[in-house]
């Protein structure tokens, strides 16, 4: 038995203010990450702050158009919400991708952006892991690599973030609110998840104490296609081995404007910036499909098991633009 307190306030603010008191405080929502971790001994907190009764649970229109999700949502929920259907529907395909059913049902908005990675060494205590004991190495890095990121590495871990929904965030320029002891701040999503670097351990910029409350969404992109496609070794329940979020523009067969977001390669959701660049401007053809690609995974860093991950990436990518502009060619 590991001893821990139990509360569940009924206010953000007294959940917050019960964190940052106790270091070794964490707090729990929908529990489908941090019940594994209490189970795997992956960690041990002195106190478990429950936030389901603190936390908003509605969608809601903003003033400017735009689309607030409370942190307390369920991804189930979410996913089928007529306004995200309709509005952001790649949110909505990448939520359906994630997990299973039932585990939907449970898992929040917040909780999902603040999942930790599914590494197989990261999961077993019994190997070195710098993302769940620093100093210890990364056990990654010469053994099992197939699931190992491509992008944004470092020699402190090769880990992969799981989650979809945070991809399809990345896509959309999300933003996401946090209450802390301090107060209330507002974090773009491309941002909030940290890249390894020499402290993996850190997942986000969040500090001790903050609390996600809200996910907010700007206003839809006029006339603009999305869509969200993972590949995986099965069809269900599986994390992706590659995953894209975009969403494009296109007038007289050109791209005004490409957003895109590649899950399965790298510490943290990444935002394509160069492969976006690229397709700014240029025609709608399989050409500039490839030179986006190409553009983006230049610096693609792979190791004995992985290398995969750069042509099924470039094929996907080409994949998901071939479907978003069937009727621009």
Not at 38 to 66: I, N, S, Y
Not at 107 to 134: H, I, M, S, W
Not at 166 to 186: H, Q, S
């Amino acid at each position: 038995m590991r001893p821990f307190e139990y509360t569940r306030p009924a206010r953000a603010a007294e959940a917050v203010a019960a964190v940052t008191a106790d270091p070794g405080a964490r707090y729990l929502a929908g529990g489908t990450n941090l019940v594994d971790h209490l189970k795997l001994g992956l960690t041990a907190p002195t106190a478990l702050v429950d936030v389901r009764d603190a936390l908003d649970d509605t969608v809601r229109t903003l003033a400017d158009g735009g689309t607030s999700i409370g942190a307390g949502v369920p991804n189930s929920d979410l996913a089928a919400h007529p306004e995200i259907r309709r509005r952001y529907p790649v949110l909505s395909a990448a939520l359906l991708a994630g997990a299973s059913g039932q585990l939907r049902n449970m898992a929040t908005t917040g909780g999902n952006l603040l999942q930790r990675t599914r590494c197989v060494y990261f999961q077993d205590v019994t190997t070195p892991c710098n993302k769940r004991e620093p100093g210890s190495g990364c056990s990654a890095l010469e053994g099992h690599g197939r699931d190992n990121a491509v992008l944004g590495a470092s020699e402190f871990c090769v880990a992969t973030h799981p989650s979809d929904m945070a991809v399809a965030l990345c896509a959309l320029d999300a933003r996401v609110r946090v209450l802390g002891p301090d107060g209330e701040r507002t974090i773009p999503v491309n941002g909030f998840h940290r890249l390894p670097g020499a402290t993996p351990e850190r997942d986000t910029v969040l500090s001790h104490g903050e609390l996600v409350t809200a996910v907010e969404l700007p206003p839809p992109v006029p006339g603009a296609r999305s869509t969200y496609r993972k590949v995986r070794e099965r069809a269900s329940y599986a994390f992706a081995l590659v995953s894209v979020a975009a969403l494009v523009q296109v007038r007289d067969s050109q791209f005004v404007d490409a957003r895109i977001a590649f899950g399965g390669l790298a510490h943290a959701p990444w935002r394509a910036r160069r492969a976006e660049e690229v397709l700014r401007g240029r025609p709608v053809t399989e050409e500039s499909f490839q030179v986006a690609a190409d553009a983006e995974l230049a610096e693609a860093r792979t190791g004995r098991d992985n290398s995969y991950k750069v042509p099924l990436t470039v094929n996907t990518l080409a994949s998901v633009l071939r479907e978003l502009t069937e009727e621009d060619r």
